[in-house]
Each structure stands twice: as C-alpha cells, then as structure tokens.
C-alpha cells in the first residue's frame, strides 16, 4: 500500500492535483488519495476485463510471419477505396489513444476493381513521396478528397502532379522524389507485403495489421471503445 500511496502522490504531483486543508488535516489528505487509488485501481480493471474477453478468431486473427521487434500498427488500404476513405477520423482518433512508441504505417494496395494498376502504383508511389516531403498529413486527405469529394479521375502522371503542386510542392522536386531510389524500393516492399497478405486469403481493404502477426476483424467490434482497446491489448500481446 505504501509503494501504491507513493505512486498517487506521483501521478497527483504530475497532473497538477493539490489539497489544502487547515492545519490538522492529514486523515482527510490519506483518504483523497485512497479514493483516487481506488478509481485508478477500477478503471484498470475494467480494462483488463475488456481484454480477456477478446477471442482469437472472433476479434481478431493471427497471421503468418514472424511478430515485428517494435510495436506497430500497418493499415492496409486504397486510395480508390470509398470505406478507406471513411474511415479516415476513425484512424485519426485511434491513434490519439495508442502509446508514443507505436509506429503507424499505411501500406497502399493495387488491384482494385476497375481501376488500373498502373495509375494505383503511381499513387503508391505518391503516398511515399509525400512521406519523404514530410506532407503525408496534407497529402493524403487531398488525395481522397480528389477521388470521393471531387470525383475526378488520375489519368496519368501528370495529373498527380499537378495536385502535389497545387499544395506548394515544387514540380522538379516531386519528379526528384518521385523517381529516387528511395521510393522505388518502399514501393517493392509495399507490394510485397500485399503479395504475403493476399497468399493468406487476405483480400479486403481497409485491413489493420498490428505488430506484423494480428489482423483485427472490424466486423466483430462495437464501438470505437471497444476498438481502442482491442488495438492496446495486441500491441503488447506475445505470440
């Protein structure tokens, strides 16, 4: 009790939370700090409880391959996808609630229906050049907002171009970019990682991914509570 005491006086001083009382008080002060221990100790028990209740092969299912050395999470999807597209403010809000040392990929997929792969590598490749310019925030909504907002079509490289320009990218700088070194082998290790998803019969975007080894089955969650906190629970699950 005396090291959990210690640790609400931590978490008191941390988050700014202070009593006073007049002289004489020190019972009041212990129990303030006995109430707050045991909401902290509810809470997280509530949490573990949700937890225990996730069932492998109804939430969520292991893949093949061997579990990555840091935490991650990898988001399987397509810029021509319209649920992708909506589930734009549900990543966003995921990862408001994931730890500071998790890293969030997106890995774009080709072979959409009636779409051709070329332009989709292209837009792989767009996705990548964006991350080196350090615009993938900017970016990416703006692809989607030019293929579910506006409804225009990318008709070759050209196009795409021009859209990077029109958010304060310079033209020579993209074809720089876009044709580096760089990109081209992150696009070969995108589509590879489709390519081993797919050999799993794993064909549907968006798909998440967590620590290379459990892929969530949206199907199956609630709400986005439920869904924060099956995303927590694998990121620091052993396989």
């Known amino acids: 009790m005396t090291f959990l005491m210690y ?12 009593f006073k009382f007049n002289k004489g008080s020190p019972l009041k002060i212990y129990n303030y700090k006995y109430l707050l221990l045991l ?23 292991t893949i093949q391959g061997a579990q990555t050395k840091q935490k991650e999470i990898t988001e399987f999807f397509s810029f021509y996808c319209p649920h992708c597209f909506r589930r734009e403010p549900i990543i966003s809000e995921l990862l408001q609630s994931i730890p500071s040392d998790v ?12 779409r051709k792969i070329s332009i ?6 767009a996705l990548l050049t964006a991350k080196i310019l350090h615009l ?6 703006a692809i989607f907002n030019y293929i579910h907002l506006r409804h225009a079509n990318f008709d070759n490289l050209k196009d795409i ?4 320009m029109l958010n304060g990218v310079e033209g020579n700088k993209f074809d720089k970019i876009f044709a580096s070194f760089s990109v081209n082998r992150e696009f070969k290790t995108m589509n ?28 199956n969650i609630k709400d986005m509570d439920e869904y924060k906190t099956l995303v927590n629970f694998l990121l620091t699950k052993k396989a």
């Open 39 to 61: 909401t902290l100790s509810f809470f997280s028990f509530l949490v573990n409880a949700q937890a225990t209740n996730f069932i492998e092969g109804k939430h969520y299912q």
């Open 192 to 219: 590879h990682k489709t390519e081993i998803l797919r050999q799993q019969g794993i064909t549907s975007v968006p798909t998440l991914i967590i620590n290379g080894k459990y892929k969530i089955n949206d199907k």
């Open 103 to 114: 890293v969030f990929k997106k890995n774009h997929v080709n072979g959409m229906p009636g």
């Open 161 to 164: 171009k021009n859209l990077f």
């Open 136 to 141: 993938d925030d900017k970016m990416i909504p």
């Open 7 to 18: 640790k609400v006086d931590h978490l008191m001083n941390k988050i700014g939370i202070t």
């Open 120 to 125: 989709e590598d292209m837009l792989t490749k």
